[in-house]
């Protein structure tokens, strides 16, 4: 099956640092998803990006599928944005999530 | 709108019990999907519907799991002769038509047995 690997397994920051969350996927895929899952166990959407750059608030992603990697970006670090980043790939529409292990972020006041 | 529910959120369950575990996904959405979580780890697939058809179902780790959606709407998986093994976040997710890609997470349910 799909290989999903996330780097780095663990990210330690202060406040209002930037950081770079990388995905790197084994296959082509349909579906790149990002998660945040809060402390709660909750995964919360980010972004669908298969291909392309998208931009949210101080969140942006760009996925370049040929290449078949993912990048998270998070700017102005926030002690809410600690929690574990997931990425997910799809070969298809319909089929199952991959995930990777996920980016462990932690953000200090 | 509202999204996914999962009940319970969480089930303490004795070696040998059977369990039900609960997903309502979003309304009108053709899919849906279970994965378990283990501990430190990502979500693994367990078992996937498109309306009340399952088409998936290699993920499930024994045959004492059994998930049904016997409506197309509303969702159970079900553990017997539950073991220490099974203890984890089950997770349910729901996708809309077919030409929606993006899946959206229930809360979890944490199942512990003890």
Same mark, same amino acid.
């Given at each position: 099956g799909i290989q999903v690997e996330q780097s780095p397994p663990d990210l330690i920051?202060?406040? *209002?640092?930037?950081? =770079?969350? !990388? &995905?790197?996927? @084994?296959?082509?895929?349909?579906?790149l998803q990002w998660f945040h899952q809060n402390p709660w166990g909750q995964l919360i959407n980010l972004f669908y990006i298969p291909s392309g750059t998208k931009q949210n608030g101080r969140l942006s992603a760009t996925t370049v599928a040929t290449e078949r990697y993912s990048l998270l970006y998070i700017s102005s670090s926030q002690t809410t944005d @600690? *929690?574990?980043?997931? &990425?997910?790939?799809? !070969? =298809?529409? *319909?089929? !199952?999530? =991959?995930f990777g292990e996920g980016t462990q972020l932690t953000v200090n006041p | 709108g509202a999204g996914v529910s999962q009940s319970p959120r969480y089930k303490v369950a004795k070696r040998g019990q059977d369990v039900a575990l609960r997903c309502d996904p979003i309304s009108g959405h053709v899919s849906? %999907?279970?994965?378990?979580?283990?501990?430190?780890?990502?979500?693994? %697939?367990?078992?996937? %519907?498109?309306?009340?058809?399952?088409?998936?179902?290699?993920?499930?780790?024994?045959?004492? %799991?059994f998930a049904e959606r016997p409506e197309g709407s509303v969702s159970t998986l079900k553990i017997q002769r539950t073991q220490q093994e099974d203890s984890a976040v089950y997770l349910c997710a729901s996708k809309g038509q077919m030409s929606s890609y993006e899946q959206y997470f229930g809360p979890g349910t944490r199942l512990t047995v003890t």
């Open positions: 920051l202060q406040e *209002g640092a930037n950081s =770079t969350l !990388r &995905c790197n996927f @084994s296959d082509s895929v349909n579906n @600690s *929690g574990v980043y997931f &990425c997910a790939v799809a !070969r =298809t529409s *319909g089929s !199952r999530l =991959t | 849906l %999907f279970w994965y378990q979580q283990a501990l430190g780890q990502g979500p693994e %697939f367990l078992t996937y %519907f498109q309306n009340e058809a399952q088409l998936d179902k290699s993920g499930l780790p024994s045959d004492r %799991f």
